[in-house]
T-cell receptor, first 117, second 114 residues
Framework: AQKVTQAQTEISVVEKEDVTLDCVYE???????LFWYKQPPSGELVFLIR??????QNEISGRYSWNFQKSTSSFNFTITASQVVDSAVYFC??????????????FGTGTRLQVTL | DAGITQSPRHKVTETGTPVTLRCHQT?????MYWYRQDPGHGLRLIHY???????DKGEVSDGYSVSRSKTEDFLLTLESATSSQTSVYFC?????????????FGSGTQLSVL
């Protein structure tokens, strides 16, 4: 069985602070994908990143960066110099890599990030 | 814009009544999914489809049925709605055959069962 744990239920920061959202996963599969999605107050789910289990390189996209460590089964997300527009619920998710089958994502419970002025 | 439309966007119904939610895609993607979102649970998979008339159960399928008679439409039915099915329902699509592992989500349907 797969499991994704986002232990931080809610985080509040002041604008321009850096913030890291934690994600720990469990799977018996050796090949899998990890994802982060953003859900702003408007409610839609916005894809942020996908990382496969073969690639442990960290990734940076503007103010966003992701740290994937298989040794600790973690896929943490850092926002540098946070902005009010970053306020949202962030979900980490995991799916297996079985060819030809559906991408059944297992989601964490989400971390609500509140960025204030 | 991933070309996914969910209808209705909001619905209020009474316990025991049947409810059908519709998901329509314009991407011709093979895979379609229904998730529900509840506080403290994140998103959980209800049912999914891997082609016309090909569907399977997800994690929380009890009380739900689905149908897919056309590539573009995936219907979720609550045969007899209960208050525990009050939730936000999201439809998603992916085209695994093209190597796209990411899911694109619709805007969601807020369902309240009174």
């Amino acid at each position: 069985a797969q499991k994704v744990t986002q232990a931080q239920t809610e985080i509040s920061v002041v604008e321009k602070e850096d913030v890291t959202l934690d994600c720990v996963y469990e799977t018996r599969d050796t090949t899998y994908y990890l994802f982060w999605y953003k859900q702003p107050p408007s409610g839609e789910l916005v894809f942020l990143i996908r990382r496969n289990s073969f690639d442990e390189q960290n990734e940076i996209s503007g103010r966003y960066s992701w740290n994937f460590q298989k040794s600790t089964s973690s896929f943490n997300f850092t926002i540098t110099a946070s902005q009010v527009v970053d306020s949202a619920v962030y979900f980490c998710a995991l799916s297996t890599l079985n060819t030809g089958t559906a991408s059944k994502l297992t989601f964490g419970t989400g971390t609500r990030l509140q960025v204030t002025l | 814009d991933a070309g996914i439309t969910q209808s209705p966007r909001h619905k209020v119904t009474e316990t025991g009544t049947p409810v059908t939610l519709r998901c329509h895609q314009t991407e011709n993607h093979r895979y379609m999914y229904w998730y529900r979102q509840d506080p403290g649970h994140g998103l959980r998979l209800i049912h999914y489809s891997y082609g016309v008339k090909d569907t399977d159960k997800g994690e929380v399928s009890d009380g739900y049925s689905v149908s897919r008679s056309k590539t573009e439409d995936f219907l979720l039915t609550l045969e007899s709605a209960t208050s525990s099915q009050t939730s936000v329902y999201f439809c998603a699509i992916s085209d695994r055959d093209r190597g796209y592992e990411k899911l694109f989500f619709g805007s969601g349907t807020q369902l309240s069962v009174l």
